[in-house]
T-cell receptor, first 112, second 113 residues
Framework: GESVGLHLPTLSVQEGDNSIINCAYS??????FIWYKQESGKGPQFIID?????DKRQGQRVTVLLNKTVKHLSLQIAATQPGDSAVYFC???????????FGTGTKLQVIP | SAVISQKPSRDICQRGTSLTIQCQVD?????MFWYRQQPGQSLTLIAT?????????ESGFVIDKFPISRPNLTFSTLTVSNMSPEDSSIYLC??????????FGAGTRLSVL
């Protein structure tokens, strides 16, 4: 079936630098995208979302960019902190906005 | 937001036995879901727990192996039946609180010997 996947399984970033986590999706019917953060031993936590009629959305220190032409979205984290170390999942949903498909995940390691 | 409580947080079980995982939400949610997550991997949806009716299972998951109940809007159980070592995984429940936004429990770490 259709899937959501990530380019990089592991990303190491120096503390204070900006992080960019990428995600490719293949379902052209996807119209809503979500980023989740999963810390060790915990369940995924909602970070930010974006609808398909937008190409950018900003939150606190995080920005999500959506490029529907190439079916790509990214999560940018400004001034990365040690507390940002986690696995980040992109997820997508289409139509009913209820069942969500998760991508592969990227592990972000912040170097102090 | 919603707070999801899961128990047990972890268990070690013998082959052939069954384990029931409980999921409690602190507020009413429209939908509840059960996922499986292998260590270091992504989440795979097992089923959608429907209140008062049979759960909706994803391809590869069947009711006989993963019976699910949802007697009310804030509680659900997942049973892993006749366990084998291949069932060793993290099992997560979530509650749907808005468009695409789900709140997750901390998960149940299951090891089958």
């Amino acid at each position: 079936g259709e899937s959501v996947g990530l380019h990089l399984p592991t990303l190491s970033v120096q503390e204070g630098d900006n992080s960019i986590i990428n995600c490719a999706y293949s379902n052209s019917a996807s119209d809503y995208f979500i980023w989740y953060k999963q810390e060790s031993g915990k369940g995924p936590q909602f970070i930010i979302d974006i609808r398909s009629n937008m190409d950018k959305r900003q939150g606190q220190r995080v920005t999500v960019l959506l490029n529907k032409t190439v079916k790509h979205l990214s999560l940018q984290i400004a001034a990365t902190q040690p507390g940002d170390s986690a696995v980040y999942f992109c997820a997508e949903t289409a139509g009913g906005y209820q069942k969500v498909t998760f991508g592969t995940g990227t592990k972000l390691q912040v170097i102090p | 937001s919603a707070v999801i409580s899961q128990k047990p947080s972890r268990d070690i079980c013998q082959r052939g036995t069954s384990l029931t995982i409980q999921c409690q939400v602190d507020s009413q949610v429209t939908m509840m879901f059960w996922y499986r997550q292998q260590p270091g991997q992504s989440l795979t949806l097992i089923a959608t727990a429907n209140q008062g009716s049979e759960a909706t299972y994803e391809s590869g998951f069947v009711i006989d192996k993963f019976p699910i109940s949802r007697p009310n809007l804030t509680f659900s159980t997942l049973t892993v039946s006749n366990m084998s070592p291949e069932d060793s995984s993290i099992y997560l429940c979530s509650g749907h609180a808005g468009v695409g936004i789900q709140y997750f429990g901390a998960g149940t770490r299951l090891s089958v010997l």
